[in-house]
């Protein structure tokens, strides 16, 4: 075999790159009787686990799968977008129009 060894460094790092993050959040349905969809039985509670790099450990409980999705995004309060509100130009002050010129 006259292939080149690749060095132990940057085979660790190419699968540092393939792993799963630590710190993952993930929401499994505790009401589990078999494996579906996370958006069926939206009202059931989920169980909010983590990645350690070894397992999956508990972390939360939500009340439902919208809940479980505002804490699996960081989504703050009830998760609407509003529109910022602009702050209002200052109107055009009181006083004398002027006249149009050379009419």
Known sequence: MDEEEEPLASWAARREQR???VGQLRAVRLVDERSRGAHVAPGEPRLI???DGYQWLPET???????AQRILHGIEGDGLVRPARRAQRPGK???RHRKPRGV
């Not at 409980?61 to 809940?67: I, L, R």
């Open 49 to 51: 686990v983590r990645w």
């Open 19 to 21: 792993l799963r993050p």
């Open 61 to 67: 409980v939500a009340e439902d799968y919208a809940a």
């Open 93 to 95: 002050s009181p006083g």
